[in-house]
């Protein structure tokens, strides 16, 4: 098992930026991508950003390129998503995702095995 604990979330305002933090434990050697996912009330859950564990590939959401940045630090086993220029539309629970397998940078929900409890980001215009 792979427990994820998703800390940084908050209020903020239209253009300030954010960093959230995933801290993982537990069997991760197992764990080939990490994921950022968002899903607004009412909404279904939709990828935002990947990297993977072993490798530097990444891939974002249309919506956040050039706004957000994923990065990792394997030797603490934390996952960061770097997020500037938000706007009202970024307002959400932002889950952080383990993936086994080596699709993660596809962004599909239900490819993710392990998932953290959220942390609410609330952008106000």
């Known amino acids: 098992q792979v427990q994820l604990v998703e800390s940084g979330g908050g209020l903020v305002q239209a253009g300030d930026s954010l960093r959230l933090s995933c801290a993982a434990s537990g069997r991760t050697f197992g764990v080939l991508g990490m994921g950022w996912f968002q899903q607004a009330p009412g909404k279904e859950r939709e990828f935002v950003a990947a990297i993977g564990r072993t490798v530097s590939s990444t891939s974002y959401a249309d919506s956040v390129k050039g706004r957000f940045t994923i990065t990792k630090d394997n030797a603490k086993n934390m996952v960061y998503l770097q997020m500037n220029r938000l706007k009202p539309e970024d307002t959400a629970v932002y889950y952080c995702?383990?993936?086994?397998?080596?699709?993660?940078?596809?962004?599909?929900?239900?490819?993710?095995?392990?998932w953290g409890q959220g942390t609410q980001v609330t952008v106000s215009s």
């Open positions: 995702a383990a993936d086994r397998s080596s699709r993660y940078l596809l962004g599909e929900a239900g490819m993710y095995d392990y």
